[in-house]
């Protein structure tokens, strides 16, 4: 019924580029698609998000570098982050909120490690 599934990580020199992709398959209206983080030893953040409408959100570290956006049929969700720095370095979670039940569904985080 739900399926949340991100691609797209792996090493990267400093000052690169990666875009991570989200596929979010689900029976249940979504309202609002996101990437979150966690690096080691601290706790997972918000790194950018949109609604259903089309309103982006940024954390003030990535504003200027990192950009969401979605597919027409809003099934996919993309975050394209540039100048990458080591202090971005985490495991990249999808998360999908849903109007009403299920709530929320992750994906299983995929790992940028960003080298300097």
């Known amino acids: 019924q739900v399926q949340v599934a991100e691609s797209g990580g792996g090493l990267v020199l400093a000052g690169g580029s990666l875009r991570l992709s989200c596929d979010i398959r689900s029976i249940f209206r979504v309202n609002k698609m996101g990437w979150y983080r966690q690096a080691p030893g601290k706790q997972r953040e918000l790194v950018a998000s949109?609604?259903?409408?089309?309103?982006?959100n940024y954390a003030d570290s990535v504003k200027g570098r990192f950009t969401i956006y979605r597919d027409n049929a809003k099934t996919t969700v993309y975050v394209q982050m540039n100048s990458l720095k080591p202090e971005d370095t985490a495991v990249y979670y999808c998360?999908?909120?849903?109007?009403?039940?299920?709530?929320?569904?992750w994906g299983q985080g995929t790992q940028v490690p960003v080298s300097a």
């Open positions: 949109i609604t259903s409408a089309g309103s982006t």
């Open positions: 998360r999908a909120d849903y109007s009403e039940y299920p709530g929320l569904s």
